[in-house]
């Protein structure tokens, strides 16, 4: 029972989390990885700029980074999923140029998919070697993504996909709407709206969500929260903490204990 996250030093480009009949401060949110997970037990409604889609037991989900989402269990008693975060480097040959990213692929998996995914997970926990957990690993996203039978689109707004890319690479800094009315030429009361609309977030929200994510990714080589919490950009532990536990369920040093033991 719980939530538990897994680090490979020998295959540093991945994570996995597992999560049974927990049900944690979950809160809009985001990862800068590709993420695949499957529901063993029960089933969620996932929710995606404001509209809930039904995973259930034996399914499995595709989400590209950077796109806002929310997971609520029908029955926490009944309620185990189990996360795979891949780095985007790894990943990045594997989609064709094409491709649409910003969106999310949802598959019905067969029985052979279901146990090759979850062998996949044995395979990262275990001490086999790091050739054998990459090829797998490259193999089984393959498998999944080229396969995935339905596909949630999102809307697209050449204005603000700019103003949140630009987010994307300003996140440590202080943001004002001001200034970003005048580089995008918005009023800055039709970009909150639209941006709300498209993305499910308001800006300052969704900067919030990068510099979590960021302290998270610095928490793989760093134990010192506070030093942690002041690179991410807040100003104190304390915030850095309460935001990080309504992400990702447990505290940051409950995250760094558990990639480190």
């Known amino acids: 029972m719980g939530i538990e ?26 990862h800068q990885e590709l993420s695949i997970g499957f529901v063993q037990r029960g089933a969620t409604n996932l929710d995606v700029n404001g509209r809930d889609y039904y995973i259930r037991a034996g399914e499995a989900v595709i989400i590209y980074p950077f796109v806002s989402h929310m997971c609520r269990p029908v029955d926490i008693k009944d309620w185990a999923y189990t996360m795979i975060y891949i780095d985007n480097e790894f990943c990045k040959g594997l989609f064709n140029p094409e491709q649409q990213l910003d969106s999310i692929g949802i598959k019905q998996l067969r029985k052979e998919e279901l146990i090759k995914i979850k062998n996949l997970v044995e395979t990262l926990k275990s001490d086999s070697d790091p050739f054998d957990r990459e090829v797998e690993l490259a193999s089984v996203i393959i498998d999944l993504v080229e396969n995935v039978n339905i596909h949630i689109k999102l809307d697209h707004n050449k204005k603000m996909n700019d103003i949140k890319a630009y987010i994307e690479l300003n996140f440590l800094v202080q943001l004002q709407l001001f200034k970003l009315e005048q580089l995008f030429g918005i009023n800055k009361f039709a970009l909150i709206r639209e941006f709300r609309r498209m993305y499910n977030t308001t800006p ?7 510099k979590v994510n960021y302290g998270k990714k610095l ?19 304390a915030h850095f903490t309460k935001e990080f536990k309504k992400s990702y369920g447990i505290t940051p040093m409950q995250y760094y204990k558990s990639i480190c033991k």
């Open 219 to 237: 928490l793989k080589s760093c134990s010192d929260i506070v030093e942690v919490a002041l690179e991410s950009g807040f100003y104190d532990q």
């Open 204 to 210: 300052n929200a969704f900067q919030l969500q990068l």
């Open 5 to 30: 996250y897994y680090q490979f030093e020998a295959c540093n480009m991945m994570e996995v989390k597992t999560c049974s009949n927990d049900l944690h401060a979950y809160k809009s949110h985001l």
